[in-house]
């Protein structure tokens, strides 16, 4: 499976941005979808930011609820993080990430987890 996320850039304090991570390959490997955030630099922490399930059922971390959504299109294998409201906290990485049915599902390998190449976001005042 590989993950391509798109969508990154620069945006305004108060502005939106809209991720896209698609997905392609052995794409029924695929479950609960996922974007993290890292800070660069050595020894910095991946960050849970939203998660999806299969059937579509969002989770956040506290400080983006209410700020970004996260949504899914399974005909598409691709999920969306809609960021508005952003601040200067969510400069970042952000990394699309999938849970797969690993080592199988039926008789295709499949690994347990899956990571984009990411996508710089930069939020300025």
């Known amino acids: 499976v590989q993950l391509v996320e798109s969508g990154g850039g620069s945006a305004q304090v108060g502005g939106s941005l809209t991720l896209s991570c698609s997905a392609s390959g052995d794409t029924m490997c695929i479950t609960t979808m996922a974007w993290y955030r890292q800070a660069p630099g050595p020894g910095q922490e991946r960050e849970l930011v939203a998660l999806i399930t299969k059937n579509g059922s969002p989770g956040y971390e506290s400080s983006v609820k209410g700020r970004f959504t996260i949504s899914r299109d399974n005909s598409k294998n691709t999920i969306y993080l809609q960021m508005n409201s952003l601040e200067p906290d969510d400069t970042d990485v952000y990394f699309c990430?999938?849970?797969?049915?690993?080592?199988?599902?039926?008789?295709?390998?499949?690994?347990?987890?899956?990571w984009g190449q990411g996508t710089r976001v930069t939020v300025s005042s």
């Open positions: 990430n999938a849970l797969g049915y690993g080592p199988y599902l039926g008789t295709v390998h499949c690994e347990s987890n899956y």
